[in-house]
């Protein structure tokens, strides 16, 4: 399936956003904040406070749920995040990127918006049944989110640190497992 280019920026960033709540929280400061929020790209209100990080900070664990439902349970989620933020959808074009969606108001706080939408790109992923394009990091010692967008579906870590680390421990594993 094909995802819109605006699907794919919004499950970028959300998984970013929900794996940034791993140890070490790398969502700890305004400054981390807006860096995360220059990278995806993401326009309208910003409040720069502390109050504005904690309540992003705070939706991680609602994404991380929506994340890794099944996709009856996503659809359920999904539908009570827009009935609570009862959207208002329209394509917009702004700084370079082409048609895409906003379904909430550009004043609306920073963390609504992310909820909104996330909710919209799930339900992407949702109509397609395209929820197999994200997994929980094939790394046992890792929760992070595996956002998936190859072709044949390969990528099972969240991060290359989360590769690697695999990698030595299977090396080391047959290393000793060869030695008499």
Same mark, same amino acid.
């Given at each position: 399936?094909?995802?819109?280019?605006?699907?794919?920026?919004?499950?970028?960033?959300?998984?970013?956003?929900?794996?940034?709540?791993?140890?070490?929280?790398?969502?700890?400061?305004?400054?981390?904040?807006?860096?995360?929020?220059?990278?995806?790209?993401?326009?309208? $209100? +910003?409040?720069?406070?502390? &109050?504005?990080? @904690?309540?992003?900070?705070? #939706? /991680?664990?609602?994404?991380?749920?929506? *994340?890794?439902?099944?996709?009856?349970?996503?659809?359920?989620?999904?539908?009570?995040?827009?009935?609570?933020?009862?959207?208002?959808?329209?394509?917009?074009?702004?700084?370079?990127?082409?048609?895409?969606?906003?379904?909430?108001?550009?004043?609306?706080?920073?963390? $609504? +918006?992310?909820?909104?939408? &996330?909710?919209? @790109?799930?339900?992407?992923? #949702? /109509?397609?049944?395209?929820?197999?394009? *994200?997994?929980?990091?094939?790394?046992?010692?890792?929760?992070?989110?595996?956002?998936?967008?190859?072709?044949?579906?390969?990528?099972?870590?969240?991060?290359?640190?989360?590769?690697?680390?695999?990698?030595?421990?299977?090396?080391?594993?047959?290393?000793?497992?060869?030695?008499?």
């Amino acid at each position: 399936m094909l995802l819109a280019h605006d699907t794919e920026a919004t499950l970028h960033a959300v998984v970013e956003l929900v794996n940034s709540e791993a140890d070490p929280d790398t969502l700890t400061t305004t400054a981390q904040a807006d860096a995360w929020y220059a990278k995806h790209r993401y326009t309208g $209100r +910003r409040d720069r406070d502390a &109050a504005e990080l @904690a309540d992003l900070r705070a #939706v /991680r664990p609602v994404l991380r749920a929506l *994340l890794t439902a099944d996709r009856d349970g996503a659809a359920e989620v999904i539908n009570d995040m827009l009935a609570e933020a009862r959207p208002v959808l329209r394509l917009v074009r702004h700084d370079g990127i082409d048609w895409h969606i906003h379904a909430v108001s550009a004043d609306e706080p920073l963390a $609504r +918006r992310v909820v909104v939408e &996330a909710a919209m @790109a799930m339900a992407d992923l #949702v /109509r397609g049944d395209e929820m197999s394009r *994200l997994a929980v990091c094939a790394d046992e010692s890792c929760d992070g989110i595996v956002l998936d967008l190859t072709r044949n579906r390969s990528r099972r870590f969240c991060s290359t640190a989360c590769a690697n680390r695999v990698a030595v421990a299977a090396y080391r594993a047959r290393a000793k497992a060869a030695k008499p």
